[in-house]
């Protein structure tokens, strides 16, 4: 293929296909948590990170690695101790780091706002080894925490005062998931973009759902969505000369609505055959003792 004669589509088809690795891997637990706009959150926090990236000349992945994960923890120690709730949390986590990272930008010798428009929404042109290592390290920390502790991480989601009474750290680990979160954002926003990031952790999970049951499928699914439309969009942003992180979320929200249609009769089927299977119940047994509905209605 052409595009593979040019260094810098390889280093962006890396990136997308960790990206489409990460994203879907720790947005099953966000889903699961009821908590789907976290990582829209923790990408406008990690354009303050950006920001001082650019103001103290650092490497701004990293920068915006620390600041992110920094906002993460805020965000989960205000949901257990401030009386603040945790949607008013979230609203400044956004708002403050979006204008955190301008303001940081602004005042850089010879800054622009303008240098923010590749993280904001993704750039293939602009994917540079250093940020390939960088990509590579913190998609292995992600994958390492989502599939090494992918029972504990899945009972926490589930139900935390279940997983405190059998014993596990909720608390740890609620902030090793925020953690990850943040890390995923950081690991995305070269690709995807922070602004458009949290729709690659939470789609392709809402479109696995539609076709799987339990937690291995849908985490299977889902990072095959995330890795398939990465690799696409990435494709596409080169040949058709349009935004990578644009192109990744249509053509993962046009998958989403590609298997609900699908899902739809798949239900209907497998209803049927479940009905088909299901023997005929004798009327006799069906029956229900005068004296247990009596017991029934006095609580026994």
Known sequence: MELLDYAFMQRALLAAVLVGITAPAIGIYLVQRRQPLMGDGIGHVAMTGVGLGFLLNASPVWMATAVSALGAILMELIRWYGRTRGDIALAMLFYGGMAGGVMFVSVTPGGSTANLSSYLFGSLSTVSPSDVTAIALLSAFVVAV????????????????????????????????????????????????????????VVPVAAAQQLTRSFAATFAVAVTIGVTVTLGGTVTSYYQDVPPGATIVLLTIAAFLVLTALAAP???????????????????ECAIPASRAAGDEVGV
């Open 266 to 284: 798949l239900a209907r089927r497998r209803a049927r055959a479940a009905a088909a299977a299901r023997p005929a119940a004798d009327p006799a």
């Open 146 to 201: 989502t599939l090494g502790l992918r029972r504990q991480l899945f009972a926490v989601s589930l139900d935390e005062e279940f997983a405190r009474v059998t014993g596990l750290p909720v608390r740890a680990l609620n902030l090793l998931t925020a953690v990850t979160a943040a890390v995923t954002v950081t690991v995305a926003m070269r690709v995807v973009g922070l602004i458009l990031v949290s729709a690659l952790m």
